[in-house]
């Protein structure tokens, strides 16, 4: 195979995997991120392993990115956003803008110690992982007015270049996977749960940023240890008045390690969970409801609302199975909240000219596509396809490389000799989020 040049868009685990995967071949891999770190939302997710692993695969995105840093074939665009593309023959161009980085040793020295250093630390931000490369960038939304000529960082970052230039780039590549990812629910939508008022109110990613940066669960309104605890499931999942039909796969699972990692760091804690289904734990859903009432208590029913209790505490209002309205105080309420289309999958799916699933997800090229024909040379990966845990986004992001290798084998036997005249698609156009894309009935 010749030296050909491949975009993958995104880097969460199954960008990454997909590079890592290409990086075996012969090819030129543009990995383009729109975040300054690597790693995707599960690059935050905590070790679960309570004496023995819980099998949450956190650690595996660790190890994935730690391989793709020693790949030498794969070019990294961090901090990049797609403004537009071209096509021209059997080339996509595509245009990006890339937020200023600093990455020489003596930057990010410089960056590291504005990090210990009160007062400024806020404007650093410190890569999710030891893993990322650079580890420290500049939270340059938080930087307005320190351009200023006369705003001066203190020693050793007053060397730093505030007047850094965003850089255009152009990207060719024959073929685009598109890792684009998920977006969680936003627990603001239901209204009744009080989530935005509540601070002891949180989603499940929020529980998973708690645990990673403070090394347990604790309850935000105090730092205090929760002792009663809920968790409720199918948060923006199988509800039909947020549109969201679909299980999301993940959150039974992902929810109940959780809880049996916050018992064994807190015995004495009580974990209430509110449930419709328990879905994709293992083969025996009715085996581990079994096992896992010994340590948890379960009622299958959804709440009605979540009201302030006392003392910081939270009320779950319910109807009981004697359809009496109950209320139940708890210290913590996590919510267990679904996957959901990715933020850009929209204006991607535009820019690119191909069709969404009625849900509003990409479809893998394997799935017998009518939405992306096989000229677009798109090749969709990981939870852009719809929900899906690490394990199989890495599979799927290997699927969708296999289909890719065998795709451009096929077009290096095509006569080149009659390219098509030039395209270009609009590009993402951040400020109305409301793109309305093709989806296929
Ligand atoms: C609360 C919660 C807990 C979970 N816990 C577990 C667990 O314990 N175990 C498990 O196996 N799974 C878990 N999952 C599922 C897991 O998060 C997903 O399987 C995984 O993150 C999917 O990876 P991805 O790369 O497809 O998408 P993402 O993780 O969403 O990564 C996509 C990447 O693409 C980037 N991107 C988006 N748009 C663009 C663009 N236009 N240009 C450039 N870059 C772009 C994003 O910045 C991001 O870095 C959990 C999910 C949730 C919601
Ligand atoms: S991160 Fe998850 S898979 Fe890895 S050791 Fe911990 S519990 Fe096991
Ligand atoms: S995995 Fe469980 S919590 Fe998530 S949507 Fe499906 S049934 Fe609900």
Known sequence: MPDQQVAVIGGGIAG???????????????????SPFLGGHAIHYTCKANGACQHCNACLVQEQLKKL??????????????????????????????????????????????????????LVQRG????????????????????????????????????KKERSELIQAEAVVLASGFQPFDPRRIGTYNYSSLSNVVSALEM??????????????????PRRIA???????????HGNLWCSRVCCPYSLRMARAMQ??????????????????????EKT???CRSHFRFLR??????????????????????????????????????????????????????GLNRHGFFRPASEGDRTIPPEKDIFPAGAATGPKNIAESIEQAKEAVKDLLTHISSQEKKDHGHERSLVFHPSIDHRHGMDRPNRSP
């Open 16 to 34: 990454i995997s997909a590079a890592l995967e290409l990086s075996q071949h012969n090819l030129h891999i543009h990995l383009v991120e729109k």
């Open 69 to 122: 840093n020693k790949a030498e074939n794969v070019h990294l665009h961090l901090a990049s956003q797609l403004q537009g593309i071209q096509k021209k023959g059997d080339t996509y161009y595509l245009e990006t803008k890339q937020s200023p980085l600093f990455e020489s040793t003596k930057e990010q020295e410089a960056l590291k110690a504005l990090a210990n250093t009160e007062g400024w630390e806020h």
């Open 128 to 163: 999710p992982s030891r893993h990322n490369i650079p580890l420290y960038t500049l939270d340059w939304s938080r930087m307005e007015g320190s351009t200023d000529p006369s705003v001066i960082l203190p020693e050793p970052a007053n060397g730093l270049d505030l007047n």
């Open 208 to 225: 998973e940023k708690i645990r990673r940066t403070r090394g347990h669960h604790l309850r935000p309104s105090d730092n205090a240890s």
């Open 231 to 241: 968790f409720i499931q199918c948060v923006g999942s199988r509800n039909a008045s």
């Open 264 to 285: 064994a760091e807190q015995p004495e804690s009580e974990i209430t969970f509110f449930y419709m289904d328990l879905q994709n734990c293992d083969r025996e859903p």
């Open 289 to 291: 409801l079994n096992t």
């Open 301 to 354: 029913m959804m709440p009605v609302d979540i009201l302030p209790g006392e003392n910081d505490s939270v009320i779950i209002r319910y109807m009981s199975r004697e359809e009496r309205i109950k209320e139940d105080p708890f210290d913590l309420v996590v919510l267990s909240v679904g996957m959901e289309p990715g933020a850009d999958s929209a204006s991607l799916a535009r820019m690119f000219d191909i």
